[in-house]
């Protein structure tokens, strides 16, 4: 499985994103996409995540009413629609792909190279 993670950039607080992250190859072979972030100097943190079957989510407490993960099916492409931004939110975002339903970062296989989200206050 092949993931491309695209749509960050530059947003002043209070602002909006949707980052996009499209799949390619044995998408199959995967259940579940979620999306992580992580700021220099600190750990990999769990943001949402997505069934691709029924399309279960489950997010973050730091995120919950202000993100939104979907995904369409047809395009193999799930997105992060993030609203009311937070300078706080500053991070690289990057979409992962496994078999199991968890927030745990070493439980998703594949990787995208993530992209650069950054709010200015």
């Known amino acids: 499985v092949q993931l491309q993670a695209s749509g960050g950039g530059l947003v002043q607080a209070g602002g909006s994103l949707r980052l996009s992250c499209a799949a390619s190859g044995r998408t199959f072979s995967s259940r579940v996409v979620g999306w992580f972030r992580q700021d220099p100097g600190k750990e990999r943190e769990f943001v949402a995540r997505?069934?691709?079957?029924?399309?279960?989510?489950y997010y973050a407490d730091s995120v919950k009413g202000r993100f939104t993960i979907s995904r369409d099916n047809a395009k193999t492409t799930v997105y992060l629609q993030m609203n009311s931004l937070k300078p706080e939110d500053t991070a690289v975002y990057y979409c992962?792909?496994?078999?199991?339903?968890?927030?745990?970062?070493?439980?998703?296989?594949?990787w995208g190279q993530g992209t650069q989200v950054t709010v200015s206050s």
């Open positions: 992962a792909s496994g078999t199991v339903e968890t927030y745990t970062s070493a439980a998703y296989r594949y």
């Open positions: 997505i069934t691709w079957s029924g399309g279960s989510t």
